[in-house]
């Protein structure tokens, strides 16, 4: 449909005549393509689209495209365009095709705020939209480099999984040996224990019985004590009594006599 | 030429092309399009997310045909009564039936203020529709008027200067500088018009949806 439309608009064009400039085709051109936008009701092309050139085309005053500079350049050299540009506008102003009235002097005070406008704002615009575009790459690209360092890290820690498996023995033999001693421990715990017991009870028996030895040796001191004194009648008692008597008389005398 | 001015406008706002990243101009046609349409949706709870394609294309229409009436020998279609009612009435009676239809003593309840005193009750009602009804109408004549009476101010001064300037130049020369002024204006109203008759509506809608 596109195509038709050119080719109608083609057709009006040169049935008219006018605008032998090449800007005014172009113009032509692509304000049918983009009105006839909103008809298109399918995507266009599925393939990737070619990248968008880095800079816009060379204008020259902010109108009129360098290449036309540049074709007029071999006939009439470099100030060709100036003479026809000043030639037609003198043109049109004397032949009052364009008549001068109040609305030349609002169009000069718009166009002026307009270029003070674009002059001074132009490019920080620019660079805001620059921003723009540049936050969305960024943007896309921290998720790029997010996922990949995740999944690096994934990667260390799967590898470190991996040595630790590897470890995983030394860890079995030192728990295995833990248990051991902990087993052992405790069976010479109960060893002790029972050895303990076991000699409790020996002694228990021993003092029993060395009990009962002392006991049956104080009765029988006791006895033999007792029987003894029984048996010292008084007249044994007497007569030792008088022994001692005449013992410690000699005793003293001869104390007496070593003083 | 007719073709020419037809086909124009078309050059302004070039349609996304599913490109990821596009030129400037897209770009920041994109942007002020995201800004524009969430500084309206915001207020609005889900059920208004629908007039959102219609309130910002408004938007868009509004500020492209002010904007570009400031050109000259241009004609600013936003002058005419007829437009703007044509474009106010429809938008208004639409956000009064959404809410008569959805929450009808609510949107009723809001002809009545909070904590006003009884008695006063049947006047301010009274008062209430009254503005109410009139919503339409101010807000097409506002538009209508602002832009009508910018437009004239120009063509007069303009007119003024050109008459004045083989008499006294020094006079046409002052006028002038009012006319810088005056179109720094007149663009500064353009924008802020297209923004208020969005803004009301949308307000309106806030209050009925």
């Known amino acids: ?259 | 030429l007719i073709l020419l001015s037809m086909l124009f406008p078309a050059l302004l706002f070039p349609t996304p092309n599913n490109r990821w990243i596009t030129n400037r101009l897209s770009t920041i046609q994109l942007w002020s399009l995201h800004s524009i349409t969430k500084q309206l949706m915001t207020p609005l709870n889900k059920k208004g997310h629908k007039w959102a394609l219609i309130l910002t294309s408004l938007t868009t229409l509004l500020l492209t045909i002010n904007l570009l009436g400031l050109l000259p020998y241009t004609f600013t279609p936003t002058t005419q009564l007829s437009m703007n009612m044509a474009l106010a009435f429809p938008l208004w009676l639409a956000t009064l039936l959404t809410g008569l239809r959805n929450q009808p003593s609510i949107s009723l309840g809001h002809l009545l203020p909070e904590g006003t005193p009884t008695p006063l009750i049947p006047a301010l009602i009274m008062i209430e529709t009254t503005s109410l009804l009139i919503r339409p109408l101010a807000l097409g004549v506002r538009l209508t008027a602002n832009l009508t009476a910018g437009h004239l101010l120009i063509q007069l001064i303009s007119t003024a200067i050109t008459a004045l300037l083989p008499i006294m130049p020094t006079v046409s020369i002052l006028t002038t500088s009012i006319l810088f002024l005056l179109t720094i204006l007149e663009v500064a109203v353009a924008m802020i018009q297209a923004y208020v008759f969005v803004l009301l509506l949308s307000l309106y809608l806030q209050e009925n949806i």
Not at chain 1, 89 to 99: F, R
Not at chain 1, 132 to 156: Q, R
Not at chain 1, 221 to 233: A, D, G, M, R
Not at chain 1, 251 to 258: F, G, R, T, V, Y
């Open chain 1, 1 to 259: 449909m596109p195509t038709a439309l050119i080719g109608t608009v083609f057709e009006s064009h040169l049935r008219l005549g006018f605008f032998k400039k090449l800007n005014g085709n172009f113009l032509i051109i692509c304000s049918v393509l983009h009105t006839s936008r909103p008809l298109h009701t399918t995507q266009q092309c599925l393939a990737p689209l070619p990248p968008l050139p880095e800079k816009g085309g060379e204008v020259r005053y902010g109108l009129i495209p360098e290449e036309f500079f540049q074709f007029l350049y071999p006939k009439t050299g470099v100030t060709g365009p100036y003479m026809l540009g000043t030639g037609l506008v003198l043109y049109l102003l004397s032949k009052e095709i364009y008549v001068i009235n109040h609305e030349t002097v609002a169009a000069a005070c718009i166009l002026s705020v307009i270029i003070y406008g674009v002059k001074k704002y132009g490019s920080d615009v620019a660079a805001f939209a620059d921003k723009l575009n540049e936050e969305k790459v960024a943007k896309a690209l921290a998720v790029k480099n997010e996922a990949i360092k995740d999944l690096e890290t994934a990667i260390e820690r799967e590898k470190k999984e991996q040595w630790r498996v590897e470890g995983r023995n030394y860890l079995f033999d030192a728990k295995r040996n833990n248990i051991a001693m902990l087993l052992e421990t405790n069976y010479r715990e109960r060893l002790l224990t029972v050895y303990n017991e076991v000699k409790k009870r020996l002694d228990y028996q021993v003092a029993m019985q060395n009990l009962k030895r002392q006991k049956e040796q104080d009765h029988m001191i006791h006895w033999v004590e007792k029987n003894v004194v029984q048996s010292i009648t008084p007249q044994q008692q007497k007569e030792s009594i008088a022994k001692c008597i005449l013992d410690l008389k000699a005793l003293s005398k001869s104390a007496q006599a070593a003083v």
